[in-house]
């Protein structure tokens, strides 16, 4: 998928479903639950157990989802990620080198930073997009509203502190879209495998950033 491609999916998707798994078997199942409920974005991390397999089987087996990977630390994790099949990459900091290498084969790379200085860096080193993390931090949806007057050229993706009852705020605010992990998957829903409620929720999120 192009850096073009992906910002023109990302606006008609507007959400990213982020997975953490402890076992590959939990993730993939937590893949498929919002994959339902209409979220084609889907971000393994890499921190997930086995998550170059987990990547490559929901490549294959949810062909209309685009599956990429997240928490990249380096370019060697990089590399096994995009040798996996990933389609897009995350990673929590600015990396001039990472972002050089993901240019290069066009691929779409979303780099954390928090500051005005750090996301104007990762935007001029190549960045597709810039991930606001964690924006609660600086005060969520009125922060990403604040960057608007001098960075509103830059698509922002926050995360870490976006919720169900939030994501259109911040959407409304400026966001280019918004990514959700925890708040997808309760870790009570998830402990009891309450699959079909994770993908009600996908959809009223879906429904509700329309």
Known sequence: MSGQNWL????????????RAPSKSLGYKMALAVA?????LIEITWNSDRAPELIAQLRKELP??????????NLHSMQEAI?????????PHVDSAMIAAAVALDI??????LSPTEIVSAWTTGATCVKVFPVQALGGASYIK???APLGHI??????GVTLKNAKEFLLAGAYAVGLSSELFPKKLVAAGDWHLITQQAKQLMQSLV
Do not use: D, H, K, N
């Not at 698509?155 to 870490?160: C, D, M």
């Open 8 to 19: 023109s999916y990302l606006q008609q998707q507007r959400a990213i479903a982020v997975i």
């Open 36 to 40: 339902s409920g209409g979220m084609q």
């Open 64 to 73: 209309q989802s685009v599956i990429g990977a997240g928490t990249l630390l």
């Open 83 to 91: 040798t996996a099949g990933a389609e897009f990459l995350f990673t």
């Open 108 to 113: 779409p790379i979303i780099p954390g930073a």
């Open 146 to 148: 604040s960057l608007q």
């Open 155 to 160: 698509p922002l993706i926050p995360t870490g």
